[in-house]
């Protein structure tokens, strides 16, 4: 079983930037996908972004051309790079590991999942 960590959600203003971390313990990162998913209060938890093992992207539509999720094989770490967040965008942030190394938005594809981590965009 991975373990993943995330890093770097906080308290921003609307417009501004953050960039999330996902830390995943293991020797075979590589060959995983890997996807962001966030929770926001009294809602369902919804698809963001992943990437496959080969580096293929796919964004959900209200953030497309505003987020980027890229990896880092070295690091076993992969990124969501959040830009002109909206309130909106408010939310519980998680990254998930699938195994397979096909990327999918369906949240019950995944196998592993991180803590989450907290994001939320003032007004």
């Known amino acids: 079983q991975v373990q993943l960590v995330e890093s770097g959600g906080g308290l921003v203003q609307a417009g501004d930037s953050l960039r999330l971390s996902c830390a995943a313990s293991?020797?075979?990162?590589?060959?995983?996908?890997m996807g962001w998913f966030r929770q926001a209060p009294g809602k369902e938890r919804e698809f963001v972004a992943a990437?496959?093992?080969?580096?293929?992207?796919y964004y959900a539509d209200s953030v497309k051309g505003r987020f980027t999720i890229s990896r880092d094989n070295a690091k076993n770490t992969v990124y969501l790079a959040m830009n002109s967040l909206k309130p909106e965008d408010t939310a519980v942030y998680y990254c998930?590991?699938?195994?397979?190394?096909?990327?999918?938005?369906?949240?019950?594809?995944?196998?592993?999942w991180g803590q989450g981590i907290q994001v939320t965009v003032s007004s």
């Open positions: 293991g020797r075979t990162f590589s060959n995983y996908a």
């Open positions: 998930a590991a699938r195994y397979s190394g096909a990327s999918s938005y369906r949240p019950g594809a995944y196998d592993s």
């Open positions: 990437i496959s093992w080969n580096g293929n992207t």
